[in-house]
Nanobody
Framework: VQLQASGGGLVQSGDSLKISCVAS????????VGWFRQAPGKEREFVAA????????IYADSVKGRFTISRDNAKSTVNLQMNTLKPEDTAEYYC?????????????????WGQGTQVTVSS
């Protein structure tokens, strides 16, 4: 079981950034994938999720219209394109593989978690 997030960094408010999650075939195949984030002192929160075939995506209200989740099953990769970033988007971002072929807003619906990647947005 292996999930690895990457691509985080320090950007300015209004900038764009793409983070990626690469998973092993065993972890990735037939599973929905989600992105969550956790800021210091706060609980981990849902950001976006995508179904196994990519046809169904869901977003948190706070990122809808700014973030886009996508996946490339041939490369076992899920990307999160983040546009018009705000300081409140600053957090450690985690990807996770769901227990089913659909994504979910609920943490307990995810079986495997990767290490996070830090995204910092300065004002």
């Amino acid at each position: 079981v292996q999930l690895q997030a990457s691509g985080g960094g320090l950007v300015q408010s209004g900038d764009s950034l793409k983070i990626s999650c690469v998973a092993s075939k065993r972890t990735f195949n037939n599973n929905g994938v989600g992105w969550f984030r956790q800021a210091p002192g706060k609980e981990r929160e849902f950001v976006a999720a995508i179904s196994w075939r990519g046809g169904v995506t869901i977003y948190a209200d706070s990122v809808k219209g700014r973030f886009t989740i996508s996946r490339d099953n041939a490369k076992s990769t899920v990307n999160l394109q983040m546009n018009t970033l705000k300081p409140e988007d600053t957090a450690e971002y985690y990807c996770a593989a769901a227990r089913t072929s659909y994504g979910s807003r609920t943490l307990s619906d995810y079986r495997y978690w990767g290490q996070g990647t830090q995204v910092t947005v300065s004002s």
